[in-house]
């Protein structure tokens, strides 16, 4: 790979680790499988905690126990409180999993972590940010044996690291996958499916890559502080086929996108047309790669009230780039900016008609050829309630999916949600559980419209902004 810059006798153990994000899940023996999440008494964390309890009957064992791992011990009693609370709601007979908190001081520091791997059947490592970072929790899972770890990565640097330990995680009997929340994640899956729509014998040329969020769509306060890290580096893409990193591209506005396939769908009238603006999304790059595309890569996003997008737009041009890498700064941002985010997000779930605020979607697009030279689009849009539970039950569905398989078949390696799911009926398994999840709004399938042979195709609005902004990098 290119660089790319669960007291019970339990049978099932949760472990919740609360710094950034770290997640790994391991089969063991029917008697013992426990789980361990990093990240487990923030926002993430614990929607993934109440997801794998909602689920629990496709876990080996539905008892276990969920340890919910951080750094403030108050946080953490209230986020088992959350995690009890919610799983009360659907838990029976069925599934019996205890909740409680441990704390350590630092999630990426390996002799802190190795005594809660040990034995473990699984890690989920959500205790972002990942910038700068060497894959510490991924590395000592696999000293450790762990026999499945999942996390919610995306510097380009961090995943290529994490894919450069795979023989270690063959050796070991350790399947790690990485990347593997919502986007990138889900996004990854369901562009692997749009490519597999196409008509047979295509060539790809294009991949794109669009997502907005209500606010900080329930995300916590640390999502700030990565979007500010972010507007720093270079927006990785592919440009005629090869990827380039553009230095002035992230953060840029792009225009209008479409959130919907049909103008008189849900999410026409939940969504609909939105702005974004650039943001180094990894999957613009290892998508792009994996589809051998010919064309363009571009990841996108945006966020409401519309103001927010005008106003990052204008701070990325004013402010320095090198500013936004430094940690300080971005932080001093991150916490100037909080008070008047939460108060936008009060206002957005009071005006939201599911009274949640956080709405999430998707829109990926696969452009193709084939040999008569007609051009044919790909295009999947998704949407949920909340991006905060999207992440959520998409980091535990893939979870389960890698628990299941080393229950049954002990293997190891460390892959990407794409590399993982090349083939169709996994993918579309994988697709049919993530778009069933409480608070779905609408999973279109992969909508393919072909343009005659001879038709212009676009430009866009946005696929121009594009291409001067290639040019002016």
Known sequence: FSKLHCHY?????????????VTALSAVSPSHNNVVILGGSGRIGTAIATHLIRRSSALPSSTGKIILVGRNAEQGQQSVQEVRDAASEFSSDGNSFEVEFQSISDVWDSKQLSPLFHDAAAVIHTAGPYHNRYPIPLRT??????PVYLDVSDPLPYLDSSLELNEDAISSGTK???AAGAFPGMSNLMAMEAAGSLPPGCQIIDSGFNYFTAGLGGSGDVNLY???LGFGDDMPQYEKGRLNYFKALTGKLLGQVDFFTDAESIMAKRV??????SWPFPEAATVARELKITGRSHAAM?????????????????????????????????DFSQPLVKATDKWLQLSSPDGVGETHAMRIDVTAEDSNKDIF?????????????????????????????????????VSLVEQRYRDEDARKQ????????????????????????????????????????????
């Open 9 to 21: 006798h339990c049978k099932t153990v949760l472990l919740i680790l609360t710094v950034g994000a």
């Open 141 to 146: 899972a696999i000293e450790s044996n762990v």
């Open 176 to 178: 790690a996958l990485i």
């Open 226 to 228: 990565i979007t500010n």
């Open 272 to 277: 609909g047309s939105q702005q974004v603006f």
């Open 302 to 334: 945006g966020t409401a009230p519309e103001v927010w997008n005008v106003m990052l737009g204008l701070l990325v041009d004013l402010v320095p780039r090198p500013w936004w890498r430094n940690e300080r700064f971005s932080q001093f941002m991150a």
């Open 377 to 413: 689009v790909s295009t999947i849009v998704q949407g949920h309630e909340s991006f905060r539970q999207c992440v959520g039950q998409s980091a535990a569905e893939f979870c389960i999916d890698l628990l299941q398989e080393q229950s049954t078949d002990r293997s190891g390696g």
């Open 430 to 473: 994988m697709i049919e559980k993530m778009t069933s999840t409480p608070g779905t709004i609408d999973y279109s399938g992969a909508v393919v419209t072909r343009k005659a042979k001879g038709a212009t195709v676009g430009p866009s609005k946005m696929e121009e902004v594009l291409v001067l902004r290639s040019m002016e990098m």
